[in-house]
């Protein structure tokens, strides 16, 4: 079984920034073989909305809310993904999640999250 743990959140002044990172674990885990991999998040209330996705190949995308702001990245050989959260704003509060897209669109599992909190 894949294990995702997210780390990095915390709270933060708006304009400031703050990286997150998702480390993946369990026997047998490469993040090499795992294809798209992308960042969520939920605030009390709303559904979880997609934020960012990195393809295998390098390639990102961007939800509309943080492009320009956001930027998603991928190591393989550390087995991480990180996101570099810049301008942030108090809309940006919320509990962050990564996953792969094939998680994702079985829709069973998800990690603990980290909490993001952005003060006026």
């Known amino acids: 079984q894949v294990q995702l743990v997210e780390s990095g959140g915390g709270l933060v002044q708006a304009g400031g920034s703050l990286t997150l990172s998702c480390a993946v674990s369990g026997s047998s885990s490469r993040l090499d073989t795992m294809g798209t991999m992308g960042w969520y998040r939920q605030t009390p209330g709303q559904q979880r909305e997609w934020i960012a996705s990195i393809h295998s190949n390098g390639n990102t995308r961007y939800a509309q809310a943080v492009k320009g702001r956001f930027t998603i990245s991928r190591d393989n050989a550390e087995n991480t993904v990180y996101l570099q959260m810049n301008m942030l704003s108090p809309d940006d509060t919320g509990v962050y999640y990564c996953?792969?897209?094939?998680?994702?669109?079985?829709?069973?599992?998800w990690g603990q999250g980290t909490q993001v909190t952005v003060s006026s």
């Open positions: 996953n792969s897209l094939r998680e994702v669109l079985t829709g069973t599992s």
